[in-house]
């Protein structure tokens, strides 16, 4: 009867690039894009000229030498204006044609809005148990992972199988192997690193709006550690990755009315996750 529901409202629903999100205007994140087939000093001349100094441009040693590009955004806000500028960018991008197959987005919050290392670790288990969900959701409108995923934006299930929480802490922070990081060094950041890029403006509001809603689920009291954790202790699937390309709308459609109180919300998701 879900999948029917389900159904019945993405085949009148149409996702459409939004002049403001849903999540608190007062809440920090960024982006960080990365691409290939492209001169550094093309992409370093265009984001200057178009974008100011404090858009950061850099090469990125995990992609093709001499032909990539990293675009670094500033601190961003949920207001007509951040949009208006990812609008622009994406157009810009459009018209200098780089590719994605080996790259990925990743999208950045402060990390003061998971304080405490218990608030860290009740969140690492909320996002390992749906990471079958987050990580088909994160491949954008693609088919397949890009082939490095392995190496820089890998699972954490079996990880939190075998480590207690500090260490788990300890392992997830400051590294670039896994899809959660939690940086500490300097800053202090939430990041996620999706399997897949995407120039898709549309794609990077659903990012925004999914990682920010799963933060703060993972804070109520709704979200039951308990659960959580007998969720992990009985997990025995070896072949994460192919078993997350699977498509499970139902479990996906419960964890969007768990997460988003708005329609838009939940049916972006929804189109995204199940494409």
């Given at each position: ?7 019945e ?10 002049n403001?999100l ?7 994140f960024?982006l960080?894009l990365e691409?290939e ?23 990125d ?9 990293e675009?670094?955004?500033?601190p ?6 951040t ?7 994406a ?22 809005l998971?304080?405490e ?33 392995t190496?820089?934006?890998y ?16 392992l ?30 549309i ?8 990682f ?8 109520s ?42 329609q838009?919300?939940?049916?972006n ?7």
């Open positions: 009867m879900q999948n029917i529901i389900v159904n409202c993405l085949k009148n629903h149409m996702v459409v690039y939004r403001m849903t999540i608190p205007k007062n809440v920090k960024g960080e691409m087939d492209v001169k550094y000093d093309d992409i370093l001349r265009l984001i200057t000229r178009q974008f100011g100094s404090s858009w950061k441009v850099k090469d040693r995990s992609l093709k030498m001499d032909c990539n590009s675009i670094a955004l500033p961003l806000y949920n207001k007509k204006e949009w208006q500028s990812l609008r622009k960018l157009k810009l991008l459009d018209a200098v044609r780089p590719t994605y197959d080996n790259c990925s987005l990743q999208i950045n919050f402060d990390g003061e998971l304080p290392d218990k608030d860290r670790i009740k969140f690492l288990k909320l996002f390992a148990v749906y990471e079958d969900i987050i990580y088909r959701f994160s491949m954008g409108y693609d088919s397949d992972y890009r082939e490095s995923i190496q820089y934006a699972p954490i299930m079996l990880t939190m199988k075998a480590y207690d929480n500090e260490g788990l802490l300890e997830l922070s400051n590294q670039k192997r896994y899809g959660i990081n939690f940086k500490t060094d300097n800053i202090d950041l939430i990041e996620f690193r999706t399997p897949n890029a995407s120039n898709n403006p794609t990077w509001q659903n990012y925004i709006t999914f920010y809603y799963l933060i703060q689920y993972s804070l009291p709704k979200c039951n550690e308990k659960l959580l954790d007998e969720y992990i202790e009985q997990f025995n699937k070896i072949d994460l990755l192919d078993n997350y390309k699977k498509c499970k709308d139902e479990r996906a459609y419960q964890l969007s009315l768990k997460l988003f109180n708005n838009t919300d939940k049916l998701f929804l189109s995204q996750y199940i494409k």
